[in-house]
């Protein structure tokens, strides 16, 4: 019942160009939430491939990332900026002004107006079309870890000790992981019009029984996606295999 990987990355990069297009269409901008991460690398690589091969263009693609480290300087090997420069935004052609990732370098008294701009900024643009989702072993999404409220919002929040050892080869040994990250909240998520939650792997298979199938509470922050309208999970065969 469920896809291989390469299966799950081809539908979902194939709905998002689809968007795109209709978008450009009708003369308008498409708001596209994104993450960052190992799980969607085949999405972006498939719409890579769709701009240099079939000439989509992103000239009317605006994008959101859920999160980023912090303190993290956007040119550190680990940051998210340069995650996505490297994995998408330098083979395209969006618009540098188009691409939002919360930064990581704020002093602290300036987090909450950032946090608060980011909010405005996704409303101004009319609203998130395509949330890109991945979900951490915390049952995370962006960085919403266990104890995040259904209604939280932009916000600097403290890393999971399980995400902290998870990203710990990135950073050459846990205790070089940044204990904080700015991240969108739950409901900055739900309210994105369609949610594609991508999933791979024998690891993830516990997590995303619990999401999909478990009661939802805020001790699995990814259970609150449970009542959208427009939730899909993408998922292969091993991430499937602990589904009820
Ligand atoms: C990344 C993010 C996280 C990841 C999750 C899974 O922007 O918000 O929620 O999606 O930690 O990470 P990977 O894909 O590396 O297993």
Same mark, same amino acid.
């Given at each position: 019942?469920?896809?291989?990987?390469? @299966?799950?990355?081809?539908?979902?990069?194939?709905?998002?160009?689809?968007?795109?297009?209709?978008?450009?269409?009708?003369?308008?901008?498409?708001?596209?939430?994104?993450?960052?991460?190992?799980?969607?690398?085949?999405?972006?690589?498939?719409?890579?491939?769709?701009?240099?091969?079939?000439?989509?263009?992103?000239?009317?693609?605006?994008?959101?990332?859920?999160?980023?480290?912090?303190?993290?300087?956007? @040119?550190?090997?680990?940051?998210?900026?340069?995650?996505?420069?490297?994995?998408?935004?330098?083979?395209?052609?969006?618009?540098?002004?188009?691409?939002?990732?919360?930064?990581?370098?704020?002093?602290?008294?300036?987090?909450?107006?950032?946090?608060?701009?980011?909010?405005?900024?996704?409303?101004?643009?009319?609203?998130?079309?395509?949330?890109?989702?991945?979900?951490?072993?915390?049952?995370?999404?962006?960085?919403?870890?266990?104890?995040?409220?259904?209604?939280?919002?932009?916000?600097?929040?403290?890393?999971?000790?399980?995400?902290?050892? @998870?990203?710990?080869?990135?950073?050459?040994?846990?205790?070089?992981?940044?204990?904080?990250?700015?991240?969108?909240?739950?409901?900055?998520?739900?309210?994105?019009?369609?949610?594609?939650?991508?999933?791979?792997?024998?690891?993830?298979?516990?997590?995303?029984?619990?999401?999909?199938?478990?009661?939802?509470?805020?001790?699995?922050?990814?259970?609150?996606?449970?009542?959208?309208?427009?939730?899909?999970?993408?998922?292969?065969?091993?991430?499937?295999?602990?589904?009820?």
């Amino acid at each position: 019942a469920f896809a291989v990987a390469a @299966d799950a990355n081809h539908s979902v990069a194939t709905e998002i160009a689809s968007l795109i297009r209709q978008r450009q269409a009708d003369g308008r901008q498409c708001v596209l939430g994104l993450a960052t991460g190992s799980t969607p690398l085949g999405v972006y690589a498939e719409l890579i491939g769709m701009h240099r091969d079939e000439g989509l263009s992103f000239a009317n693609v605006v994008t959101f990332n859920l999160d980023e480290y912090f303190p993290m300087r956007p @040119d550190a090997p680990q940051s998210y900026h340069r995650f996505m420069n490297e994995n998408l935004v330098d083979h395209i052609d969006i618009d540098p002004a188009n691409v939002h990732i919360p930064y990581g370098l704020l002093s602290t008294g300036a987090v909450d107006e950032f946090c608060h701009n980011y909010e405005q900024l996704i409303d101004d643009s009319g609203g998130i079309d395509l949330q890109l989702l991945g979900i951490g072993r915390t049952g995370h999404i962006g960085f919403n870890e266990p104890g995040s409220d259904r209604s939280s919002l932009t916000r600097l929040v403290q890393l999971n000790s399980v995400t902290r050892v @998870d990203a710990a080869s990135d950073f050459a040994g846990v205790d070089n992981v940044p204990q904080w990250a700015i991240t969108m909240g739950v409901q900055t998520i739900l309210d994105s019009r369609r949610i594609r939650l991508l999933a791979f792997g024998k690891h993830k298979a516990p997590i995303v029984a619990r999401a999909a199938a478990g009661k939802q509470s805020d001790s699995v922050p990814a259970t609150f996606l449970q009542n959208h309208v427009d939730v899909r999970y993408l998922l292969d065969s091993d991430a499937a295999s602990e589904l009820p």
